[in-house]
């Protein structure tokens, strides 16, 4: 049981900071566009 909250909240880190890095490099990109 204590396992799998385990992998459950290592897979949401993992999942949430790949799409928060893509999200800052969409907008950097979007700001050298602008420039």
Not at 9 to 32: E, F, H, R, T
Request: glycine fraction near 12%; hydrophobic fraction near 55%.
């Amino acid at each position: 049981m204590v396992k799998n909250v385990l992998v459950t909240i290592i897979i949401l880190a993992l999942v949430g900071g790949m799409g928060y890095c893509w999200l800052g490099w969409n907008s950097a990109q979007q700001d050298l566009d602008a420039v």
